[in-house]
């Protein structure tokens, strides 16, 4: 026996696709913010060892050590 599908109206397609747009263009703006957070933590990170190179913390005189 075949199964067939109930023909969808128009008015519920275009709705449903609607929704389904703006919850992947939520997804992706999101995505985006987490890529862009993670590339600045990264560049931060890259800068803060080459600062270290150029001139180091002296000791900390306040330091139990």
């Known amino acids: 026996m075949?199964?067939?599908?109930?023909?969808?109206?128009y008015k519920d397609?275009?709705?449903?696709?609607?929704k389904r747009q703006k919850e992947l263009?939520?997804?992706m703006k999101e995505a985006f913010r987490q890529?862009?957070?993670?590339l600045n933590k990264q560049r931060q990170t890259e800068s803060?060892?080459?600062q270290e190179e150029l001139e180091?913390?002296?000791m900390c005189p306040?330091?139990?050590e």
Do not use: Q
């Not at 075949?2 to 109206?9: G, H, M």
């Not at 397609?13 to 609607?18: C, V």
């Not at 890529?35 to 993670?38: K, M, N, Y």
């Open 13 to 18: 397609f275009l709705e449903e696709t609607n």
């Open 48 to 50: 803060e060892k080459m």
């Open 35 to 38: 890529r862009d957070e993670r």
């Open 25 to 27: 263009d939520e997804s």
């Open 2 to 9: 075949k199964k067939i599908a109930k023909p969808v109206p």
């Open 62 to 64: 306040m330091s139990d």
């Open 56 to 58: 180091p913390l002296p």
